[in-house]
């Protein structure tokens, strides 16, 4: 191979790179973006579940006789 023909493929190569790396760091700002809203609807879903719950027991305290009891076994 010529040296012209073996810069020419350093250069390809370096290229490459370069887009390579480009890629990986916006792939990994990607990710990291998306791992904050996961941890965002995971506090949200254990909000609405804890407040699901309070709104049960809160249900279950204002029936008439109190909680409502368990069917009988056949």
């Known amino acids: 191979m010529k040296k012209k023909e073996l810069l020419q493929m350093l250069e390809d ?10 890629t ?9 973006s998306q791992q904050q809203d996961l941890l965002v609807l995971q506090r949200q879903m254990q909000l609405l579940k804890e407040r699901q719950d ?12 109190g909680p409502e009891a368990p069917p009988p076994h056949y």
């Open 13 to 22: 190569l370096q290229s490459q790179v370069a887009f390579q790396e480009d």
């Open 24 to 32: 990986v760091q916006g792939l990994q700002a990607a990710l990291s």
């Open 54 to 65: 309070e709104q049960a027991a809160a249900l279950d305290d204002a029936r008439p006789g």
